[in-house]
């Protein structure tokens, strides 16, 4: 059975950073560089308040994700970005479940999926998070960590909603440290969700779905990462509010 290739992903995740002159300056960058998107789709969350600006100055071949939603529609939720003020602002992507809205809002891995499947049905595509600290690691329960924040997503999603989720892979002791996983083991950790994926949800699943690496991403480190099999690209932190995000780009070119 012949299998059609993965498109690499790189997203920019600006998190709580930058200016209406530093994100100007940014989406400038971006637009003069001529970027592969015929190879790789591209993707930048910049903070809420900037999703507008981003998107009517950034080059439309190139994709805006907020970095949060909230699983309703409107209400009384102060504070919260519902997935249709998205839709009415151009915006097609969302992150769900980064490690700093586990770790500091304590968003639990069923409240991810709930978030995430809402989002979906809203009718936007979704970059959802997962990954292990450092004890974790250390304690050899990566695996199981894995498998504790895929289990919410699998059972909330159906197998179509699985054609607009991009799986981030963040191990939290990498995410801002300057410590990275090795390739091998990035690798490892991905060939491994690609298993639990084709295990709980689908062999089809498993194979379609793109599987990114995040946490301290260079354009130093991001080429011997993009040679592994399982990795279809990036979430970029620190590094995609420099120039040379454009680099990590074309990691696979």
């Not at 894995?146 to 892979?169: F, G, H, I, K």
């Not at 709980?200 to 946490?215: D, K, L, N």
């Amino acid at each position: 059975m012949t299998t059609t290739p993965r498109k690499f992903f790189v997203g920019g995740n600006w998190k709580m950073n930058g200016s209406t002159k530093s994100i100007q300056t940014l989406v400038d960058t971006l637009n003069k560089a001529h970027l592969p998107v015929e190879q790789v789709d591209v993707v930048v969350a910049p903070p809420a308040p900037y999703l507008a600006l981003v998107r009517s100055t950034l080059d439309s071949k190139l994709g805006v994700s907020a970095q949060n939603v909230y699983a309703a529609k409107s209400g009384a939720f102060t504070g919260e970005t519902s997935p249709l003020f998205l839709k009415d602002l151009d915006i097609h992507w969302t992150l769900t479940g980064h490690s700093e809205r586990r770790q500091y809002f304590r968003e639990s891995s069923e409240y991810v999926a709930e978030k995430t499947k809402f989002a979906l049905d809203q009718g936007l595509s979704v970059i959802a998070c997962i990954g292990e600290s450092l004890i974790e690691r250390e304690t050899g329960a990566t695996n199981a960590v894995l498998a504790s924040q895929l289990e919410p997503l699998a059972a909330a999603l159906t197998a179509a909603d699985w054609a607009r989720v991009v799986l981030a892979y963040e191990p939290v002791w990498a995410i801002g440290t300057g410590k990275v996983a090795t390739p091998a083991q990035a690798q490892d950790a991905h060939k491994y969700i690609r298993s639990w994926l084709a295990k709980h949800v689908s062999p089809a699943v498993a194979q379609a779905t793109r599987i990114i690496y995040g946490g301290s991403v260079t354009a130093g480190n991001c080429g011997e990462l993009a040679r592994m099999g399982d990795i279809d690209g990036f979430l970029v932190g620190g590094a995609s509010l420099k120039p040379e995000f454009t680099q990590i780009v074309k990691a696979r070119l």
